[in-house]
């Protein structure tokens, strides 16, 4: 069984082995690690407010070299990470590959930025006032940063977010989700030998209440969060004066237009609404189309996802691995059920396996607008359908949620994809794609009770600063 250190100011600390890490699939307990308390976090901010002026003097090569340090040594430990994504998340072994490449991605996209922290020049004399003056801007980082991450990509989200701050200049502390904490620590190894100025980093496993000064404490200057929607509402309405954002899930709707051939887009689907058993913010979740193709594309749905692979996310052609836990696992199968109490009809049923928290793929239509399964974010390998039968109604199908993350378009036709774009409250509108499809270079967010605010790490980076403004008289 492994033991991991914190990282406290920088440093490596034991103070407990309180936090117990299981894996998912076979719920042992694979780990330990120490739990922060307040007196933890008051000393990591203390370090992070002292190392501000260490880290915003960092030249753009300086902070791009420690980027590349942790991309190499990333690359060099790319099968451990691998694996303690499957244990630690549970998450299908393709997909934790593909989460380690992405991470090693956003991290050479932050090296690339780290030399361009610019500015513009001002044209002031277009008044008569501002003859003889001249404007010019910088962009400067705003200081000492929160972070507080979740469980379902707890590599690539916190590569997110740490770094586009190395990247802006900005010391931070780590708040991993309990659930999954150890791809962090092993993280914090990196940066402990990245040449970081003393004090500029923290990585604490605790609890909520212990962690609340990364929150409410204002020395924190920013505070980015990814998680539930009635959480990070609640943060906002904690943090005071610091700046935030907030990536707060949705439950994302796919449109299949009248006329598209479809056939094509099947294993599309499936990807999107099964794989790592639903748990991400823009899994497919709600699937409208078009009544003149809805009963040939529903049946060979069902008959793909009859097909889909479950269970040890240790294989490689497992796609639905297991739940975080048990009670996640329940949850999602009552939903289903109240559903169907309902009036939605069950296409294709649910089952949890015996002895773990694996959800076999489920789909459901006729589902009413009002039940958990439709209106909420399901995060379970559930997938609902919907016949519409005009475009626009699908689109105000769509803004009806109170969420607005993103949608997938699948349309022949360039008016409705336009219109899209157009009329949809959501922060992104993909056409000819699913709409769990992300870039880590795209800005990436949501609207209404998704959140605010945008990732991406040129996006996050222009989070975590500011622009500062310089007038010159020169005569």
């Known amino acids: 069984m492994q033991k991991f250190p914190m990282f406290l100011a920088g440093q490596c600390s034991t103070p407990n082995q309180d936090l117990t890490i299981k894996n998912k699939y076979t719920n042992q307990i694979i780990a330990t690690a120490p739990l922060a308390t307040p007196d933890h976090f008051e000393k990591a901010i203390q370090a992070g407010c002292a190392a501000a002026d260490a880290m915003q003097q960092l030249t753009g090569a300086k902070r791009k070299g420690i980027l590349l340090h942790c991309i190499a040594r990333l690359r060099q430990s790319k099968e451990d990470f691998i694996q303690t994504l ?35 020049v001002i044209p002031l004399d277009g008044t ?8 010019m801007t910088r962009s400067f980082p ?8 979740p469980f379902n990509f707890p590599l690539n989200l916190v590569a997110h977010k740490v770094a586009p701050a190395i990247a802006a200049g900005c010391p931070f502390i780590l708040k991993p989700a309990s659930w999954t904490p150890m791809c962090s620590l092993m993280l914090g190894d990196i940066l402990l030998e990245s040449g970081l100025p003393e004090g500029a980093f923290s990585i604490l496993p605790a609890t909520r209440p212990a962690s609340a000064p990364l929150v409410m404490d204002d020395r924190i200057e920013f505070l980015s969060f990814t998680g539930s929607d009635t959480v990070g509402w609640q943060m906002k309405r904690d943090c005071g004066r610091k700046r935030i ?15 598209y051939s479809w056939q094509g887009i099947v294993p599309k689907i499936m990807a999107a609404a099964f794989g790592q058993s639903g748990q991400s913010c823009i899994s497919l979740q709600r699937l409208l189309i078009h009544r003149s193709i809805y009963d040939a594309m529903l049946e060979a749905l069902v008959a793909a996802a009859s097909e889909v692979g479950f269970g040890d996310p240790a294989d490689a052609s497992t796609v639905v691995g297991p739940m975080i836990d048990s009670a996640e696992a329940e949850r999602v199968l009552d939903w289903i059920e109240k559903a169907k109490s309902a009036g ?9 396996i015996e002895g773990t928290s694996v959800i076999t793929p489920g789909i459901l239509d006729q589902v ?17 359908t919907e016949p519409f039968d005009e475009f626009d109604e699908a689109l105000e199908k769509v803004n009806r949620s109170r969420f607005g993350l993103q949608t997938g378009i699948f349309t022949e036709s360039i008016k409705h994809a336009w219109r899209a774009w157009e009329r949809l409250k959501v922060g992104g509108v993909i056409v000819g794609d699913t709409p769990n499809t992300r870039f880590d270079s795209m800005p990436y967010g949501g609207v209404k009770t998704s959140g605010i605010g945008r990732e991406g790490v040129r996006y996050a980076i ?9 007038v010159l008289r020169p005569d």
């Open 86 to 120: 499957v244990q630690e998340a549970g998450k299908p072994i393709a997909f934790a590959e593909i989460e380690v490449d992405r991470c090693i991605e956003t991290f050479s996209l932050a090296a690339e930025e780290a030399t361009r922290l610019d500015g513009r």
């Open 128 to 135: 008569a006032r501002g003859a003889g003056y001249m404007g």
């Open 142 to 149: 705003v200081g000492l940063c929160s972070f507080i991450t």
């Open 245 to 259: 954002c907030l990536e707060l899930g949705g439950n994302a709707t796919c449109i299949v237009d009248e006329h």
């Open 344 to 352: 939605a009809r069950d296409l294709l049923t649910s089952r949890r």
């Open 368 to 384: 009413p607008e009002d039940q958990s399964l439709c209106c909420d974010e399901v995060f379970g390998p559930v997938l609902i």
């Open 462 to 470: 222009n989070e975590m600063t500011y622009e500062r403004l310089f």
